[in-house]
């Protein structure tokens, strides 16, 4: 049964990459042309069946729908997006289009095919990054999720010109999709918490997003990711975020196994991918710059910018319209990508954190509205990440502590905050350059609330660096993160699963001594 030597393939190259501190995607990549060269050398046959096609679709509209419920459309109307998306664009097709006509020998229109299929960056690459490190929502995460829905849409254009082919007139449906919004809240609301919720997921992201555009000859993928959009803004959308978690994990293995068991490279195809290897530093350079042009400091450029220096599975799709005897060479250079990106993506404030002060000055002078620096002015306690730990912890504190201050790199949830009563602003906690600027003379206790182990890690560094010295304390998950937590300069990591079971076990005793009282 070929899925079972698929599963233990990709649960093995997973594994090994993981202890090295690799994303376990690379593993997956890597297994994918194992078992592709294993069937050149064996009597095995490893060939993707539509079994492993279906399952690597699934993976992928159910990730881009869990992406929509994180999403703000309003996010993607900005200049930042739509100017630096369509800059990009153009200047790399400008580029790369004589590039590969001058050295692959090849038609213009093959070239220029080749140099669009290369402009778009990976949405699932990039998206399982940013997830994994809780930053869709951050602004640098809101605006590489808003440029790659932006090429996106480039790459459905450009496929329906190659194939010759329009959506149907019941495609225009779409556009009253936005009044099924609060039926789609309603059903949310009545499914519960359990298996309901998670079958209402799959209902939204294939059968209605995926199965209903494809009817109308319009992208699954993008019936997936607005489905998701739809749902943004109701209270339990993360909620059903979470619920698909293990579901949609489970399937995206199957999309990076697909792309390595497609067939194992000749020469030529070879020679193309390590070109497109190579020139990859210049699309994340080029995308730092256009984004710098637009305002972004230094920081969100690099960290977007990186984000999006990858060869997208877009491409192929793209490829395999219009270009299908380029598919393999293609199918290469993007897995080159994945394994030089996803490493990159893991350890990116550990990087800026020590090459950023060669990229600050290339800051213009005027900053983005949502960056913004801001000052603490009296505050005395400082809780940076507003989630429900940090929210909490503010709630508690602020029954003692009129002096406070929460953080969160997302501005919706700061407005939200806002409108609650509690004294949250937007500000980027991980950033290097909102500690340089930053001055807080009264500022005597830290709260390290943030989701990433990375971002606590950083921000422990640069408090201390700077020479604060009142008591930071963060919480966390693993003994480990909690290690390294205080060797980073914190005075204390508390493990969140012990907290509350201390918690818990207080109550019993408090009660009981005053009914023995």
Known sequence: MPEALWISFAFVLGLMVKTVGLPPLVGYLAAGFLLSGLGSVTDLTIESTHALEEFAHIGVLLLLFTVGLKLKLRSIFSPEVIGGSLLHFAITCTVFTPGLYLLMDLSWSTALLLAIALSFSSTVLAAKVLESKRELRAFHGRVAIGILIMQDLIALAVMSFAAGQTPSQWALIVFGLPLLRPVLFRLLDASGHDE???????????????????????????????????????????????????????????????????????????????????????????????????????????????????????????????????????????????????????????????????????????????????????????????????????????????????????????????????????????????????????????????????????????LRKLGFRGYIVAHTMYDDEAKAIREAGANDAYLTMSETGVALGSHIITRQEQKES
């Open 196 to 462: 309901l919720l998670v079958l209402l997921g799959l209902l939204l992201a294939l059968v209605l997003g995926g199965y209903g555009f494809d009817m109308v000859g319009l992208s699954s993928e993008l019936g997936a990711l607005v489905f998701g959009a739809m749902l943004a803004k109701h209270p339990r959308s993360q909620e059903l975020s979470k619920s698909l978690w293990s579901v949609k994990e489970m399937f995206l293995v199957g999309f990076f196994l697909q792309i390595g068991i497609g067939g194992l490279p000749d020469a030529d195809s070879l020679m193309f991918a390590v070109i497109a290897g190579l020139v990859l530093p210049l699309k994340g350079i080029l995308f730092f710059f256009l984004l710098l042009a637009f305002r972004l400091r230094a920081r969100s450029a690099f960290l977007s910018s990186l984000a999006l220096t990858n060869y997208s599975e877009f491409g192929l799709i793209v490829a395999s319209v219009a270009l299908p005897e380029w598919l393999v060479p293609l199918a290469i250079s993007v897995s080159i990508s994945f394994a030089i990106s996803a490493p990159l993506n893991r350890f990116a404030h550990p990087i800026f954190e020590r090459y950023g002060n060669r990229l600050t000055p290339f800051e213009g002078k005027q900053h983005h509205p949502d960056e913004q620096p801001i000052s603490l002015g009296t505050t005395r306690v400082l809780i940076m990440g507003m989630g429900r730990t940090g929210t909490a912890a503010y709630d508690w504190i602020a029954r003692h502590e009129t002096e406070l201050m929460g953080l969160d790199s997302d501005p919706a949830k700061a407005q939200k905050h806002q409108k609650r009563g509690r004294n949250v602003v937007f500000a980027d906690a991980e950033d290097a350059s909102f500690w340089s600027g930053l001055h807080m003379p009264s500022v005597h206790s830290v709260i390290l609330a943030l989701g990433d182990i990375e971002a606590k890690l950083v921000a422990a560094r640069m």
